[in-house]
């Protein structure tokens, strides 16, 4: 029970500290949470990769779950993709926390 306890302290004291540096945090959970599902395709070929050596045989399923994930990753670590979902999370940016991000309040130049 103390381990847990540490753990929600810990929590709190990061959300309120995150809080404090007037970052969104829906914004911080939201880009971990992309990161996450882009480095996900990565260990689960890694995991099956180590599957695969310690049984000593590669079958067919997992020749396709590791030509498939191989695939998978190809396309998510491509150059377009990549600068897109930078310019996404800009998006979140809202430093004077109106709701509306600040890239979309810039002014156009004429």
Do not use: C
Not at 73 to 97: K, P, R, T
């Amino acid at each position: 029970m103390d381990i847990k306890n540490k753990a929600i302290q810990s929590i709190k004291s990061s959300y309120k500290n995150i809080q404090a540096s007037r970052i969104k945090p829906t914004g911080v959970i939201l880009t971990r949470l992309l990161i996450l599902v882009m480095i996900l395709p990565i260990l689960l070929i890694i995991i099956q990769y180590i599957m695969s050596f310690v049984s000593g045989y590669v079958s067919d399923e997992a020749n396709k779950i590791i030509t498939t994930g191989i695939n998978i990753i190809d396309h998510i670590f491509n150059n377009s993709v990549l600068i897109a979902l930078v310019g996404f999370l800009g998006l979140w940016i809202d430093n004077n926390h109106n709701g509306v991000p600040d890239k979309l309040e810039d002014k156009e130049v004429k």
